[in-house]
Structure formats: structure tokens, C-alpha cells
């Protein structure tokens, strides 16, 4: 970044001008203003990206995962030495409090640090073989070029759930954040640089969906792992299959979040409204639909109620402040679209209902922390991702019922189930049809886990040995003296 905040392309080890002259605007969601100007890759930019990639490629992959590792430990000291930085600069292009923001470079931290512990952990076997003395060797290598696509709502961590295990493993990378929010991505580049990792092995290109689809065309790329809308999920699964691409795709969710009647109702609000409210609502993971036993539904929305009047909305900046805006205009604007059917459609705002504006709302993207009751499964609003702050609850008569009605869903990411009974836990996992469940918590996955989701939420996974083992391919060797 010049003092302008002017960003050019991460290609090769160097900072270089794009092959274009059009560049992306970035805007502050809480304020309106203008923080920085990207390049806007062009064609030529991602293919000089990939090529320096796929040099990279033989060098780096040939070095030990010891050594692999340590650049990625190099990595992770300087992400902590700029820790306060990185969480500005996250907070200024997402909106997300600043809070948060500490949370998800922590977030990255580890993720970066799981992934350099397992480098040498990519095991392979050794089978007999059907000769004598034969043995048959199935050996874990890397891909090659791996093409990351990233979304918007957690730029940094999922900056470091692609880059880290796809190096760790002996690839190389080239990475295009997302178009409104590049600049995190950007500045943990400069830190690719200092700390010594090889020219080529990570590359960061700014661009918007042209850039995205030029990466996914490209023949020299092997993988590419995208985390995004299931509507451009789908779209690169299509694009990847002229080339036979492997594709990995991390997509919405519509998460229910269920309570019985034997819940720690107290525990059960709490994780509702930080499961739903957490970057004002944009987490693939939110709690999208709460099911609440008739028994306990009266007073679960008294305390719900409570624990949301307390949410301060407003400059995500200030410590105090618990959530900020939407992104853009475009997603407020969505939310808003979503919660004015759903109250056509018979459900009733018991808390907020609408956007906020004036004041320090005046220029930015503020919707109101929202609680929809007398929600019903019939409506548009249980179908599709809301990804705002928007609690709608329906009530349910038991758990059959409610696992019907979470199952009833083209989603399968997370779900949530606040209970004590061992009978219905121990249907869970049978049952409920999601890739992550959460169990008598909120959200937070764990670097050693498994991320990832079912139907229209995606392909693939990433954390944990599972997703590290997405960025090998396995080669078979019959090995006779
Ligand atoms: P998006 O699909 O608009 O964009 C994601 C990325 O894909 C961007 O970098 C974009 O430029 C690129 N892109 C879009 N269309 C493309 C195409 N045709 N070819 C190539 N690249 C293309 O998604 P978004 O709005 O940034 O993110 C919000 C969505 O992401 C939500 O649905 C959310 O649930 C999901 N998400 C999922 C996870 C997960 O781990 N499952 C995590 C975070 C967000």
C-alpha cells in the first residue's frame, strides 16, 4: 500500500501494475467512504499469476514440510507483531466489530498454525503387493497451481483455511479475495514477503468476478477451493468441468438452531442471539432458523429479547459497539426485501423490522437487529439465506417435528440442538442431515475439525487432517527391486 492506499497485484514476489487500467473501489459499509483503490485483474494479470505459480510449483514442492512449515510459522509471527492493524483494516472493509475483528486474525493465527503442525503429517501407506517381494506404495502429493476464491465476510480466515494447508502440503497458490473487501488479503501479502516465502508460491490478485472466472479457465490450475454464494458454487463446478478440474466449494447455509424443553434455556439464548447476530448476521454458519419447544417457546423469547435489546449497533470501531453494518447497499437492501415478506406473509416484529438511518447510521449499510415470531415453515423466509441480523423463530411440538422441518432444507452446513436428553443426542447423528453440529454451544469451528456442508452447501471441507488431505492427489507406485 502507497500512502494513497493504492494496491497493485501480489504476483511472483513483487507488487506489479495490472496489464489493465481499471480499478475496484473500497468502500467502508459504516461510513460510505472510500478507504482504498484495487487493481482489477484482467485475463493477462491471473495468467501471469498462475505462470508464476506453476514455476513456483517444483522448487517449493521438493522442500521438506519442515521447511515448508516454518515459513508458514514466519508467517503466523508477523500476522500476530500486525495483529491490531490487520483487525482495523478488517473492521474498516467488512464492517464487522472490531472485537470480532481481533477474533478472526486469532481465527487465521490458527488455522495458519494447525496447517504448518501437519505438514508432515500427509501419510501415505504401503500395501503388499500381488508379486513376490512386490510392495505397493500410495504416496500423498501435491496438486500443483491451487486457485482460492474467497468471499467477503471473513477475508483473513479464509485467507488462511486455503493458503496454509494448500503451501503446507507442497503447492502453490494464487488467491483472489473477494472484490469488496481486498485489502486485508492485500497487506497479509506484504507479510508473504517478509517472511521469506519463496517468489510465486503465494500469489494475491484483486479482481472481480471476471478475475475469479479467468482463474477457474485456467488450464495450469489443478484445484481450485472457493468459498462463496451457492449460485457461483455452482457456476465454477460448470466452468471447472471443461478442463476436469477438482473443485471445492464451501457455500451458504440455512442453519436450524434447536431447543427442546430440557434445555439451559439461559445457555440456549445466549448462543441464539451470538449465533445469529456475529458480523451482523453474515456467517455461513448463523443460526438462520430457531425451533423452540411449545413448552419453553414463551420464555425463551423473553430472555432472547433481552440479551438483543443489549446489542449496541453502530461504529464497529468502538470497543463497546457489538454489531455493525451489512456489507453493501445491495445485501441491506436483500434483508430488507426478505423480512417485508415475511411480515406480508404473517409473521410479526417483536424487535426492529427495518433498517436504522440517521445519525452515525446516515451513510452506512445499518439494519436493525431483528426478532420475526409467529414464523411458520411455509414461509419464503425459512427457504433462502437471510446472512443478516434477523432472528425468526418457529415453534415446534417436539423433536420429531423439528428434525422434519431442519431436514427440510436444500442446505446442509450446520445445525445447532440445545437438549440433555442422550436419546435425542444420540439420534443426531444419524438424523440430522448437516456436515457440523453443534451440541449445547454456539458457532466457532475448530482448526482441528472438519468444515463443511451437504446438498446446496457444498463440496469438499476444509480444516483438520480432512481438509488438508484435500490438497494432495494420490499416486500409486508398484515397486519391485
Ligand atoms: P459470492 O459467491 O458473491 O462471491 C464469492 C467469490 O466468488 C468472490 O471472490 C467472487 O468474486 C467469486 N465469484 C463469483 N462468481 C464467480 C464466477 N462465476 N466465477 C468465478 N468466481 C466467481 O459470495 P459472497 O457474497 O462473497 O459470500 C457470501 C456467501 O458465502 C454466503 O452464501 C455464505 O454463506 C457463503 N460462505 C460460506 C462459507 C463456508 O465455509 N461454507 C464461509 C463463508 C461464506
Same mark, same amino acid.
Given at each position: 500500500?502507497?500512502?494513497?492506499?493504492?494496491? $497493485?497485484?501480489?504476483?511472483?514476489?513483487?507488487?506489479?501494475?495490472?496489464?489493465?487500467?481499471? /480499478?475496484?473501489?473500497?468502500?467502508?459499509?459504516?461510513?460510505?467512504?472510500?478507504?482504498? $483503490?484495487?487493481?482489477?485483474?484482467?485475463?493477462?494479470?491471473?495468467?501471469?499469476?498462475?505462470?508464476?505459480?506453476?514455476?513456483?510449483?517444483?522448487?517449493?514442492?521438493?522442500?521438506?514440510?519442515?521447511?515448508?512449515?516454518?515459513?508458514?510459522?514466519?508467517?503466523?509471527?508477523?500476522?500476530?507483531?500486525?495483529?491490531?492493524?490487520? *483487525?482495523?483494516?478488517?473492521?474498516?472493509? +467488512?464492517?464487522?466489530?472490531?472485537?470480532?475483528?481481533?477474533? %478472526?486474525?486469532?481465527?487465521?493465527?490458527?488455522?495458519?498454525? #494447525?496447517?504448518?503442525?501437519? *505438514?508432515?503429517?500427509?501419510?501415505?501407506?504401503?500395501?503388499?503387493? $500381488?508379486?513376490?517381494?512386490?510392495?505397493?506404495?500410495?504416496?500423498?502429493?501435491?496438486?500443483?497451481?491451487?486457485?482460492?476464491?474467497?468471499?467477503?465476510? #471473513?477475508?483473513? *480466515?479464509?485467507?488462511? /483455511?486455503?493458503?496454509?494447508?494448500?503451501?503446507?502440503?507442497?503447492?502453490?497458490?494464487?488467491?483472489?479475495?473477494?472484490?469488496?473487501?481486498?485489502?486485508?488479503?492485500?497487506?497479509?501479502?506484504?507479510?508473504?514477503?517478509?517472511?521469506?516465502?519463496?517468489?510465486?508460491?503465494?500469489?494475491?490478485?484483486?479482481?472481480?468476478?471476471?478475475?475469479?472466472?479467468?482463474?477457474?479457465?485456467?488450464?495450469?490450475?489443478?484445484? +481450485?477451493?472457493?468459498?462463496?454464494?451457492?449460485?457461483?458454487?455452482?457456476?465454477?463446478?460448470?466452468?471447472?468441468?471443461?478442463?476436469?478440474?477438482?473443485?471445492?466449494?464451501?457455500?451458504?447455509?440455512?442453519?436450524?438452531?434447536?431447543?427442546?424443553?430440557?434445555?439451559?434455556?439461559?445457555?440456549?439464548?445466549?448462543?441464539?442471539?451470538?449465533?445469529?447476530?456475529?458480523?451482523?448476521?453474515?456467517?455461513?454458519?448463523?443460526?438462520?432458523?430457531?425451533?423452540?419447544?411449545? *413448552?419453553?417457546?414463551?420464555? #425463551?423469547?423473553?430472555?432472547?429479547?433481552?440479551?438483543?435489546?443489549?446489542?449496541? +449497533?453502530?461504529?464497529?470501531?468502538?470497543?463497546?459497539?457489538?454489531?455493525?453494518?451489512?456489507?453493501?447497499?445491495?445485501?441491506?437492501?436483500? +434483508?430488507?426485501?426478505?423480512?417485508?415478506?415475511?411480515?406480508?406473509?404473517?409473521?410479526?416484529?417483536?424487535?426492529?423490522?427495518?433498517?436504522?438511518?440517521?445519525?452515525?447510521?446516515?451513510?452506512?449499510?445499518?439494519?436493525?437487529?431483528?426478532?420475526?415470531?409467529?414464523?411458520?415453515?411455509?414461509?419464503?423466509?425459512?427457504?433462502?439465506?437471510?446472512?443478516?441480523?434477523?432472528?425468526?423463530?418457529?415453534?415446534?411440538?417436539?423433536?420429531? %417435528?423439528?428434525?422434519?422441518?431442519?431436514?427440510? $432444507?436444500?442446505?446442509?452446513?450446520?445445525?445447532?440442538?440445545?437438549?440433555?436428553?442422550?436419546?435425542?443426542?444420540?439420534?443426531?447423528?444419524? %438424523?440430522?442431515?448437516?456436515?457440523?453440529?453443534?451440541?449445547?454451544?454456539?458457532?466457532?469451528?475448530?482448526?482441528?475439525?472438519?468444515?463443511?456442508?451437504?446438498?446446496?452447501?457444498?463440496?469438499?471441507?476444509?480444516?483438520?487432517?480432512?481438509?488438508?488431505?484435500?490438497?494432495?492427489?494420490?499416486?500409486?507406485?508398484?515397486?519391485?527391486?
Amino acid at each position: 500500500m502507497n500512502p494513497t492506499n493504492e494496491y $497493485s497485484l501480489f504476483i511472483d514476489g513483487d507488487w506489479v501494475a495490472s496489464d489493465g487500467d481499471a /480499478r475496484i473501489a473500497v468502500i467502508n459499509p459504516a461510513t460510505g467512504e472510500k478507504i482504498a $483503490s484495487v487493481a482489477d485483474a484482467t485475463d493477462a494479470d491471473i495468467d501471469r499469476a498462475v505462470d508464476a505459480a506453476a514455476a513456483a510449483f517444483p522448487a517449493w514442492s521438493r522442500r521438506t514440510a519442515v521447511e515448508r512449515a516454518d515459513f508458514l510459522l514466519r508467517l503466523n509471527t508477523l500476522i500476530q507483531r500486525d495483529r491490531e492493524r490487520l *483487525a482495523r483494516l478488517l473492521t474498516q472493509e +467488512v464492517g464487522k466489530p472490531i472485537r470480532e475483528a481481533r477474533g %478472526e486474525i486469532d481465527f487465521a493465527i490458527a488455522l495458519i498454525r #494447525f496447517a504448518a503442525e501437519n *505438514a508432515r503429517r500427509v501419510e501415505g501407506d504401503i500395501v503388499p503387493g $500381488s508379486r513376490p517381494g512386490e510392495k505397493i506404495l500410495i504416496e500423498k502429493l501435491p496438486h500443483g497451481v491451487i486457485a482460492g476464491i474467497s468471499a467477503w465476510n #471473513f477475508p483473513a *480466515a479464509l485467507l488462511a /483455511r486455503k493458503v496454509a494447508p494448500a503451501i503446507a502440503a507442497g503447492n502453490t497458490i494464487v488467491l483472489k479475495p473477494h472484490e469488496l473487501t481486498p485489502i486485508t488479503s492485500l497487506e497479509i501479502a506484504r507479510l508473504v514477503a517478509e517472511a521469506g516465502i519463496p517468489a510465486g508460491v503465494v500469489n494475491i490478485v484483486s479482481g472481480g468476478i471476471p478475475a475469479g472466472q479467468r482463474l477457474v479457465a485456467n488450464p495450469a490450475v489443478k484445484l +481450485v477451493t472457493m468459498t462463496g454464494s451457492t449460485a457461483a458454487g455452482k457456476k465454477i463446478m460448470a466452468a471447472a468441468a471443461p478442463t476436469l478440474k477438482e473443485v471445492r466449494l464451501e457455500l451458504g447455509g440455512k442453519a436450524p438452531f434447536i431447543v427442546l424443553a430440557d434445555a439451559d434455556l439461559e445457555v440456549a439464548a445466549s448462543a441464539a442471539v451470538e449465533a445469529r447476530f456475529l458480523n451482523a448476521g453474515q456467517v455461513c454458519t448463523c443460526n438462520e432458523r430457531t425451533y423452540v419447544h411449545e *413448552a419453553v417457546h414463551d420464555r #425463551f423469547l423473553e430472555l432472547v429479547s433481552e440479551k438483543m435489546r443489549a446489542i449496541k +449497533v453502530g461504529d464497529p470501531l468502538q470497543e463497546d459497539t457489538s454489531m455493525g453494518p451489512k456489507i453493501s447497499a445491495a445485501e441491506l437492501e436483500k +434483508v430488507e426485501r426478505i423480512v417485508e415478506k415475511a411480515l406480508q406473509q404473517g409473521a410479526r416484529a417483536r424487535i426492529g423490522g427495518g433498517r436504522l438511518t440517521g445519525g452515525e447510521y446516515a451513510q452506512g449499510h445499518f439494519y436493525g437487529p431483528t426478532l420475526l415470531t409467529d414464523v411458520t415453515h411455509e414461509m419464503d423466509i425459512v427457504r433462502g439465506e437471510v446472512f443478516g441480523p434477523v432472528m425468526s423463530v418457529l415453534k415446534v411440538r417436539d423433536f420429531d %417435528e423439528a428434525l422434519r422441518l431442519a431436514n427440510d $432444507s436444500s442446505y446442509g452446513l450446520s445445525a445447532y440442538l440445545f437438549t440433555k436428553d442422550l436419546g435425542v443426542l444420540m439420534r443426531t447423528a444419524t %438424523e440430522l442431515n448437516f456436515g457440523e453440529i453443534y451440541v449445547n454451544r454456539s458457532l466457532g469451528e475448530a482448526p482441528q475439525g472438519f468444515h463443511h456442508g451437504y446438498g446446496d452447501s457444498g463440496l469438499g471441507g476444509e480444516d483438520g487432517k480432512y481438509g488438508l488431505e484435500a490438497y494432495v492427489r494420490t499416486k500409486t507406485i508398484y515397486l519391485n527391486a
